[in-house]
């Protein structure tokens, strides 16, 4: 399975836009990038994925790399409930392995009023 | 809808002790999966599920069973609770398991062994 690469912790200000970067150098061509968020004391939850292009919702921004080696989770405006911890988890097409997720070890995200 | 539910939430356990987590969605999700957390660490799948009648080992299967009687249920089962199994399990459903599919999360249910 190919690695990811994150920061341990980021700080952010509130209202601020926030650019959480991954490392995936070992990607192969048909692992989608997916991230998810880990609110304190809650389950993950998705956030956004994409493969190739650049994706948009109303979460956060995906910014891709044109070799694919890394990858960049955007959210335009920071809030307080934006503190969490953010996985980049890349899933491969392979459909025998039942579509697990593998975490790492995440970016802890802390957001100052 | 309530989405993926779990219970119990807490639970406290002797060593030894057997206990059954329960997983539920009402999402009509053909996959479910149980992962646990210990402190400081991401997720480790420990069993799986692709539909109902089956189910699959994950990366730290040794000490659980599962199953999955029902499509909309699965259970994990502690048949001798160890300090070791003390963490917090989360429970996932997706639609499938495509590179594209999204899981949805449980709550969590945290576990203490003594």
């Known amino acids: 399975d190919a690695k990811t690469t994150q920061p341990n912790s980021m700080e952010s200000n509130e209202e601020e836009p926030v650019h959480l970067p991954c490392n995936h150098s070992?990607?192969?061509?048909?692992?989608?990038i997916h991230w998810y968020r880990q609110l304190p004391s809650q389950g993950p939850e998705y956030v956004i994925h994409?493969?190739?292009s650049n994706v948009n919702n109303r979460m956060a921004s995906l910014a891709i790399a044109e070799d694919r080696k890394s990858s960049t989770l955007i959210l335009h405006r920071a809030t307080l409930r934006d503190a969490a911890v953010y996985y980049c988890?890349?899933?491969?097409?392979?459909?025998?392995?039942?579509?697990?997720?593998?975490f790492g070890q995440g970016t802890e995200l802390s957001v100052k009023p | 809808n309530a989405g993926v539910t779990q219970t119990p939430k807490f639970r406290v356990l002797k060593t030894g002790q057997s206990m059954t987590l329960l997983c539920a969605q009402d999402?009509?999700?053909?996959?479910m999966y149980w992962y646990r957390q210990d402190p400081g660490m991401g997720l480790r799948l420990i069993h799986y599920?692709?539909?109902?009648?089956?189910?699959a080992k994950g990366e730290v299967p040794d000490g659980y069973n599962v199953s999955r009687l029902k499509k909309q249920n699965f259970l994990l089962g502690l048949e001798s609770a160890a300090p070791s199994q003390t963490s917090v399990y989360f429970c996932?459903?997706?639609?499938?398991?495509?590179?594209?599919?999204?899981?949805?999360f449980g709550p969590g249910t945290r576990l203490t062994v003594l």
């Open positions: 988890i890349l899933r491969p097409m392979i459909y025998n392995q039942g579509g697990k997720l593998i």
């Open positions: 070992t990607i192969s061509g048909t692992d989608y």
């Open positions: 994409g493969l190739t």
């Open positions: 999402m009509n999700h053909e996959y």
């Open positions: 599920s692709v539909g109902e009648g089956t189910t």
């Open positions: 996932a459903t997706a639609i499938g398991g495509a590179p594209a599919d999204t899981q949805y």
